[in-house]
């Protein structure tokens, strides 16, 4: 059994409490780890550590805060296989798309904002004649970084690098349901020598520890993925204290796919967005939408090529599909299918558990497509977060614009056609922080990610990351006579 421990002010200790919290092997099923349950009293010991590390943190030169940025960075790749290992055993993903993903991402999260930071420049505004304008970008202190499950160590460096590069001191709090590569992780940065209490690590339940860092007055900003649902519990408490706070929060992304389409494409990247990672990608399309010429043809294809996905062990190089990340997730998304069942979905295909051998205690679930459900019954509206698609035809580039668009959430969308005009048309109309057009998950770092409408609050990646943890302030000097 592994112990995963806090990282507070540079020490590794249990929670103050001594509690822990059982952390499961998805494909098994079974406890193979225990981290701290950790509470108020460690969140504020943390963020104690990290306001002690701040002013000599906020001084370093930009290069010297870099530096410690890079030489993570290459530790993270030099530890590929034992990170990605970690990452598949805690979270259930196949081992080669952490190898692929997960952890090079991780690595280049890092090595980005450890070179963003040497880039990111002062703006000057001259009035003519009368005054220069120019802006200092401040760190804003410490602040508090919430990561989920999904994604991991990807996510947590994804807020954790640029809140660092910018000069904050960082209180971070991984899922506690995929704790592992944040302890390991903590261990790189203690290897490296970054200075304690720069960066902060401590694990426990959201509501007793995470939920400090929106109401302590010592926390001057929060970036938060997750939930919609939590995401709205930290605006709540941070906006009447007047924090920053950046949201990342739920999806439930459309694919509109045009008759006129590259259809091979279209259908293995479908594919893709559905079921990669078990479906458990905020940006994964979960309505697809399929112009009715194609409709059947696209319809038997996907199903298809859903059915030949191989789900089983995580650790075994030909399987697709790993487990559900945990028996609250698993059952989450059977409810889903239920609810689908009842609102009239056919389902073309999975709609079920799978115990693949051998691993017959774990949390799998079957690819699954359905069709026949109304545009807007429960199924098409509420984020499911697993390998669960519905299917409808549509006939008229109106029709499903409107249909794109009528959603609470506003995160991503696919568009595939090979009528540029109507991709620009489109583009221009359909709701979404993010639209991938005849692509999916093709991610550049310098672009502004993230959603609309409950889907999230302000922007992450490039510039903008740095611009939310900083504070801005515009120092006009006259040089008139
Ligand atoms: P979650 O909201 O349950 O938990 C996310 C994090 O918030 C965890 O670390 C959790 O401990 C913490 N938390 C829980 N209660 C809290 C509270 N009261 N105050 C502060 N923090 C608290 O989400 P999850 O189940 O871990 O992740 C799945 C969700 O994340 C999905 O909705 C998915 O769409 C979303 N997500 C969004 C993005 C994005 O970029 N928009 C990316 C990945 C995942």
């Known amino acids: 059994m592994e112990t995963i421990q806090n990282y507070i002010g540079g020490k590794f200790q249990s929670a103050y409490s001594d509690g822990t919290i059982d952390v499961y092997n998805p494909a098994k099923g079974e406890v193979y780890a225990t981290c701290p349950n950790s509470d108020k009293t460690d969140m504020e010991t943390a963020i104690k550590a990290a306001a002690a590390a701040f002013p000599a943190w906020s001084q370093l030169s930009v290069d010297q805060r870099s530096n410690y940025l890079m030489e993570i960075s290459t530790r993270i790749s030099a530890q590929l296989e034992e990170l990605a290992m970690a990452e598949s055993i805690d979270n259930g993903k196949p081992l080669w798309l952490a190898k692929r993903v997960d952890i090079p991402r991780a690595a280049a999260n890092m090595k980005f904002f450890g070179s963003a930071i040497t880039q990111f420049a002062s703006e000057s505004h001259e009035m003519v004649g009368h005054a220069i304008n120019y802006t200092l970008r401040s760190p804003l202190g410490v602040v508090g970084c919430i990561s989920p499950w999904n994604l991991p160590l990807y996510l947590f460096t994804w807020k954790i690098a640029p809140a660092l590069a910018a000069g904050n001191t960082v209180v971070a709090k991984p899922s506690e349901v995929t704790p592992m590569t944040a302890y390991l992780f903590s261990k790189i940065v203690d290897e490296v020598g970054l200075p304690a209490g720069v960066l902060n690590i401590v694990h426990g339940l959201g509501h007793q520890t995470a939920a400090v860092l929106s109401s302590h007055p010592t926390v001057k900003a929060v970036s938060f993925t997750g939930s919609t649902r939590v995401g709205a519990e930290i605006a709540r408490t941070a906006a009447p204290l007047f924090k920053k706070y950046s949201l990342e929060m739920g999806g439930k992304n459309p694919n509109i796919i045009f008759d006129d389409c590259n259809y091979e494409k279209a259908l293995q990247t479908t594919v893709n967005s559905s079921f990669a990672n078990q479906g458990q990608i905020c940006l994964c399309g979960s309505k697809i939408f399929v112009q009715r010429g194609i409709y059947k043809k696209f319809k038997a294809d996907l199903v298809a090529l859903a059915n030949k996905r191989t789900?089983?062990?995580?650790?075994?190089?030909?399987?697709?599909?790993?487990?559900?990340?945990?028996?609250?997730?698993?059952?989450?998304?059977?409810?889903?299918?239920?609810?689908?069942?009842?609102?009239?979905?056919?389902?073309?295909?999975?709609?079920?558990?799978?115990?693949?051998?051998?691993?017959?205690?774990?949390w799998f679930i079957a690819p699954t497509v359905i069709e026949g459900l109304e545009p807007y019954c429960q199924t098409n509206k509420d984020e499911i977060f697993g390998p669960v698609v519905s299917i409808m035809p549509f006939d008229t580039e109106e029709e499903v614009l409107q249909l794109a668009n009528d959603n609470d959430y506003g995160l991503s969308m696919t568009l595939w056609t090979e009528n540029l005009s109507r991709a620009h048309r489109m583009a221009a109309q359909l709701e979404a922080g993010i639209l991938w057009v005849n692509t999916w998950l093709v991610r550049d770092l310098r672009t502004p990610f993230g959603g609309m409408k409950n889907s999230g609050v302000g922007r992450e990646g490039g510039f903008d990351a740095l611009k939310f943890f900083t504070e801005q302030k515009n120092v006009c000097i006259a040089y008139g006579k």
């Open 311 to 362: 789900v089983g062990d995580p650790l075994h190089a030909d399987t697709r599909m790993g487990a559900i990340v945990s028996k609250t997730q698993f059952d989450k998304v059977l409810s889903h299918v239920e609810i689908a069942k009842g609102e009239g979905g056919h389902i073309l295909c999975g709609g079920q558990a799978v115990q693949p051998v051998g691993f017959e205690k774990g």
